[in-house]
C-alpha cells in the first residue's frame, strides 16, 4: 500500500540515498527515450515539488506500469476498442460528443480565437468524430478537414457525415517529414526505429 498522499517524498527527499521520484516514466527505459525534456520536464518538477496528489499519481503509475496486471487490463482494454460492436462504437461516439462539451464548458478547449464567417477546424485523430461533432454544434458554418487511420489500418470507423467536413484517411505519423521532422531527431534507441 502506498499509504497517504502525506506520506510520499518530495521530490527533493526521494533523491536522497534513492533513485529520484521522476527519473523514468517507463520501468524499461534505460536509454533516456522516455524522460521528460524541456518544458514538460519543468512542469511534472514543479507538479511534484507542489502537489501530494501528483505525487500520489506518479507512483500509482509507476506502479501501474511494473505491474503484469496493468499489462493485461490495457491488452483487454485495447482489444475491446479494437473490436467494438457497432452499439459500442456509436456510444463512444457519444461519449466523445459528451466529453468535447465537458472540455469546453470548463476550460472553453474549442474556442477559435479569431472572428471569422467561416472558421476552419483540423482534426488531426478524427475518428469516431465526436469532438468535430461537438464543434459544428458551436460553429455550424466551420470547414473541417480531418485526419484518420484508415480502419483496415486499426483506426475507428468515422460516424459523422456533414457536408463541411473532409476526412483522409491516412497514418498521421507518416507525415512526420511534411512537419520538419527528420530521421536525426529520432532517438536510435527509440523502440520505432528497430
Not at 517507463?26 to 507538479?47: F, V
Not at 463512444?92 to 480565437?113: C, E, P, S, W
Not at 484508415?150 to 475507428?156: F, K, L, R, T
Not at 463541411?164 to 536525426?184: K, R, S
Amino acid at each position: 500500500s502506498l499509504g497517504s498522499p502525506r506520506d510520499l517524498p518530495t521530490t527533493s527527499e526521494a533523491s536522497v540515498g534513492a533513485t529520484p521520484v521522476d527519473a523514468t516514466a517507463h520501468a524499461d527505459d534505460e536509454a533516456g527515450i522516455y524522460r521528460d525534456r524541456g518544458a514538460n520536464k519543468k512542469t511534472k518538477e514543479e507538479a511534484l515539488e507542489r502537489t501530494v496528489e501528483f505525487r500520489r499519481i506518479k507512483e500509482l503509475r509507476k506502479k501501474g506500469w511494473e505491474s503484469t496486471e496493468g499489462d493485461e487490463h490495457f491488452k483487454k482494454q485495447r482489444n475491446t476498442a479494437d473490436k467494438a460492436s457497432d452499439k459500442n462504437a456509436r456510444y463512444f461516439y457519444r461519449m466523445v460528443q459528451t466529453i468535447g462539451k465537458d472540455l469546453h464548458r470548463f476550460a472553453k478547449a474549442f474556442n477559435i480565437q479569431r472572428e471569422t464567417d467561416q472558421p476552419a477546424i483540423l482534426d488531426m485523430c478524427m475518428a469516431p468524430g465526436g469532438f468535430v461533432a461537438y464543434c459544428l454544434t458551436k460553429y455550424p458554418n466551420a470547414r473541417v478537414k480531418a485526419l484518420s487511420l484508415p480502419v483496415e489500418q486499426g483506426g475507428h470507423e468515422v460516424f459523422l457525415e456533414h457536408a463541411n467536413v473532409q476526412v483522409e484517411f491516412l497514418d498521421v505519423t507518416m507525415l512526420a517529414g511534411d512537419m520538419g521532422i527528420t530521421g536525426d531527431d529520432i532517438p536510435a534507441e527509440h523502440p520505432d526505429t528497430r
